[in-house]
């Protein structure tokens, strides 16, 4: 028997490794901030939290319907799911051993955890696939089919980006007129506020007299696809809902092709790495909850998920308190006196022990049981994603990674702001001419507003505490630091930030909206029948698709209907007695309407500011009555 044979593991088998820089003091605080923030609460200043108002848990519930949300989902619970199923297989490994009383040879060791159905059908997954491309590539030995299954899975993601612009052109077209205008942008500032109010309606403007300049090249409507040419309109969404089936169909074809294959060296490193980062996060989250049982209800209502609305963890998982039982046997196996090292070892056999199911045996072994054994796996593992989601989130740590980037982001994101920063390079040269003429420092100014050193900068500016009185009076400095300003202030920049959210996230995100619906539709549906996680890749192309759908009914259809019965401007009328400029479903001029109050009530923000006051930059406080909390490291 090998001297340390509780922690000892063959070099082909998961290797667990305790990382003394990991923890930074920054990523602590960035983990605790999510575990608050999932669990209803918020950062006030150092270890102090407090309760979320009701007026913030509105907000954050209107800002999720953007797309990057779901993919960030996939990416994180994609490798997730693949670490709880490389848990439980251990663990089994492990007891295998035991039984036999010798240590496993490699092979016995892979057949029973790299190679098993288990972990290889978390590996298989759409989402895993779409979000892990070092994984499945020529370099890491990937079989043919596999790489044909990341090629469609390649090709989905594309389609995707593209569905995404079609969902929201208004939205895009904005978005790269902004960046590509101007770089650092925050969307709180009323710089943001201020280019919504010009560039909305030149869009809204544009569009009317490209529509009406398109009408007058026939004697009758032009025509789009058979529709009249107001008719574009129905065309996006119809578009959207396309792309939306065809990625669909694509992710389908990646399940297809994408087969088991044995993993190699290289993978299991990459896999055990993923296991050890986590394990060590969690680890060192439970070491500060740890004998503390307000803090220990936080991180059970964190686990739960923010808005509550359906319990990931069910009844029958909890103890009376509502704490999970993956949470307890997780904060019983560690010993706060013992090494990281040690405690990691202890969470990955307790969390291993938690996730076993009873096998049902070969003469009981009917479809039920094996429908039944399946699910419970999956409960299970979900329990450990619950988990892992706490300590491993785009929140916390978001990769930007290109893989999680579609086509719409990389146009709003990398395409634009590459290309404002090419035209500033380029007017550089004629303005050397300037400056030796006129003895100006035109081409160093443009040179430095086009490096992303001097962009950098300006972003950390904002948040830069000795600048505190330099940035008192800006719009995203009070947006985010509400406290140190007057009633009115308060209330104002509130008004403000409440009509923007609407804008963009209600009247411009109506498909994402639609969509949002069947995505979880979809989810849930797969997750009460399925055997295995639903793919939200897979479930976001339904949800556009369905979404996109319903809107270009809801345009070609219900809209025209209304405005007829009352005698308002029709969106497919071919009769030209309404001017399109006042169609309820011009996006741009709608949101152009709504940027207007926005802007006044800013402007009447910072009015109140100046009469008012700044406070000075003092720390936040928890107001009396607001229940808090110290989460202490």
């Known amino acids: 028997m090998h001297p340390n044979r509780a922690f000892w593991r063959p070099v082909v088998a998961l290797q667990i490794t305790a990382s003394p820089n990991l923890i930074t003091p920054a990523l602590d605080r960035g983990i605790k901030n999510n575990i608050a923030r999932k669990s209803g ?10 309760q979320r108002t009701t007026w913030k848990k509105v907000c954050d519930f209107v800002g999720s319907t953007r797309a990057v949300n779901v993919v960030g989902k996939a990416h994180f619970e994609s490798k997730q799911y693949s670490e709880a199923a490389i848990l439980r297989k251990d663990y ?25 159905t288990g972990v290889q ?32 899975s390649k090709l989905s993601h594309c389609l995707h980006g593209l569905c995404e612009m079609n969902a929201a052109p208004t939205g895009m077209t904005y978005n790269v007129m902004r960046n590509a205008g101007t770089s650092g942008v925050d969307e709180k500032s009323t710089k943001n506020k201020i280019l919504m109010f010009g560039l909305l309606g030149f869009i809204g403007v544009a569009t009317t007299e490209l529509l009406t300049a398109i009408r007058g090249l026939s004697s009758n409507s032009a025509t789009f696809l058979g529709q009249g040419i107001l008719g574009l309109l129905v065309a996006f969404p119809v578009a959207s809902s396309a792309l ?19 993993v190699n060296p290289k993978q299991k490193e990459d896999l055990s790495k993923d296991v050890s980062e986590n394990l060590q996060k969690i680890l060192s989250q439970l070491k500060s909850i740890k004998d503390k049982p307000e803090l220990i209800q936080v991180m059970a209502k964190a686990m739960q998920g923010k808005h509550h609305v359906l319990k990931k963890i ?38 291993g022990q938690y996730m076993q199911v009873e096998k049902p045996s070969a003469e009981s072994a009917t479809l039920w049981a094996r429908y039944r054994y399946a699910k419970a796996i999956t409960t299970k593992e979900s329990h450990y994603v619950a988990l892992a989601s706490t300590v491993d989130h785009m929140e916390i740590a978001n990769p930007h990674a290109k893989a999680m980037k579609d086509a719409r982001r990389q146009t709003e994101e990398i395409a634009a702001p590459a290309l404002h920063n090419f035209v500033l ?18 081409a160093p100014t443009l040179r430095k507003w086009a490096s992303e050193s001097y962009q950098k900068e300006q972003i950390k500016k904002m948040s830069d505490p000795d600048r505190a009185s330099k940035n008192c009076f800006k719009g995203e400095y009070m947006a985010k630091n509400i406290h140190q300003y007057g009633p009115v202030t308060r209330a104002c920049i509130k008004i403000a930030e409440g009509m923007r959210l609407f804008n963009m996230n209600v009247v411009l995100a109506s498909n994402a909206n639609l969509s949002r619906i069947f995505n979880n539709i979809a989810l849930l549906a797969h997750n009460a029948v399925g055997t295995s996680p639903a793919s939200r890749s897979m479930c976001n ?19 025209p209907i209304a405005a007829d019965a009352t005698g308002g401007p029709s969106t497919v009328s071919t009769n030209g007695n309404f001017p399109v400029n006042f169609s309820m479903t011009n996006i741009g001029i709608l949101m152009f309407l709504l940027s207007a109050p926005t802007l006044l009530v800013q402007g009447l923000a910072h009015v109140a500011a100046r009469v008012e006051g700044w406070n000075g930059n003092i720390a936040k406080t928890v107001p009396n009555g607001v229940p808090a909390f110290q989460f202490s490291r």
């Open 314 to 351: 069910g009844p029958g998982s909890v103890d009376a308190q509502g704490i999970p039982t993956i949470l307890n046997s997780s904060l019983a196996a560690i010993d706060p006196v013992k090494s990281d090292m040690e405690n990691m070892q202890a969470l990955r056999n307790a969390l």
């Open 41 to 50: 609460n918020k950062h006030v200043h150092g270890d102090t939290y407090k």
């Open 425 to 442: 390079r380029t007017l550089a040269y004629p303005a050397t001419l300037l400056d030796r003429v006129a003895n100006t420092q035109i």
């Open 541 to 559: 192309s339904l949800g556009r698709f369905f979404g996109g759908a319903v809107l270009a009914i809801i345009f070609g259809t219900f809209i």
């Open 244 to 262: 939306g089936f065809l990625g669909f169909c694509a992710g389908l074809a990646s399940q297809i092709a994408v087969q088991k294959h044995k």
């Open 121 to 152: 059908s978390r590996l298989m997954r759409e989402d895993y696939i779409r979000y892990s491309p070092n994984y499945y590539s020529k370099e890491n030995g990937t079989t043919s089919r596999n790489l044909w299954a990341r090629r469609f």
């Open 92 to 116: 089994q490994a492990t007891q295998k051993s035991e039984v036999l009383g010798r240590d496993l040879t490699d092979k016995e060791y892979d057949d029973a955890v790299w190679n098993s």
